[in-house]
């Protein structure tokens, strides 16, 4: 903080009033502010947005969508994905570029913002959940922990699981798969 004080300007690649803020996910003086330009959706009292644009498919549950022209990291809710590094999880984001190529119009009930900023959202494309069919596909876990936010689809993710296992349909192929969140523990210690 000093050194930025000091004029190592450098130190705020984001121009916010906070040095090195995403290395370390810290902010020394507080709640980060919000930003001028839009990084995330509305909050939870708007929850319905209709008509974005997928620029992009991060992984298996992150997209990327255009508001008012910049680009929104959006976090599907309620499931969990495998990690790119992880087995499957290639092919996770295979199956979501295929259910929202660039350019698809999708609709987002927005949930929340998580701790990384991103909204977290339940998207309709083509009047289909696309969390649903990640789920049926097997490229997705239900994410029991964040389940509540879904209270609507609970039932019908937690059956498409099951159904998904039963088919042994995508990444329930493997005997053993490892769930994202055991794989991103393994991998912080």
Do not use: H
Request: net charge positive; charged share 25%; aromatic share 6%.
């Amino acid at each position: 903080r000093d050194a930025y004080q000091a004029g190592a300007t450098y130190l705020d690649r984001d121009g916010d009033g906070y040095a090195c803020e995403k290395q370390f996910n810290v902010y020394v003086l507080g709640d980060r502010p919000q930003p001028t330009t839009p990084t995330s959706l509305p909050s939870p009292k708007t929850t319905s947005i209709t008509s974005l644009t997928i620029i992009s498919v991060g992984d298996g549950d992150t997209v990327r969508v255009a508001v008012e022209g910049r680009p929104v990291t959006v976090r599907l809710a309620c499931i969990d994905a495998p990690e790119t590094a992880q087995e499957y999880g290639k092919d996770a984001s295979i199956a979501l570029k295929m259910l929202l190529p660039q350019g698809t119009k999708v609709t987002i009930d927005r949930k929340a913002t998580d701790r990384y900023g991103r909204t977290v959202a339940e998207l309709n494309a083509a009047d289909k959940n696309v969390s649903l069919e990640m789920v049926r596909l097997g490229a997705a876990w239900v994410y029991e922990q964040y389940l509540d936010a879904c209270p609507l689809t609970a039932a019908v993710l937690r059956e498409a699981e099951r159904n998904a296992r039963t088919q042994k349909a995508g990444l329930w192929k493997m005997e053993n798969p490892t769930p994202p969140w055991e794989f991103r523990r393994a991998r912080r210690t």
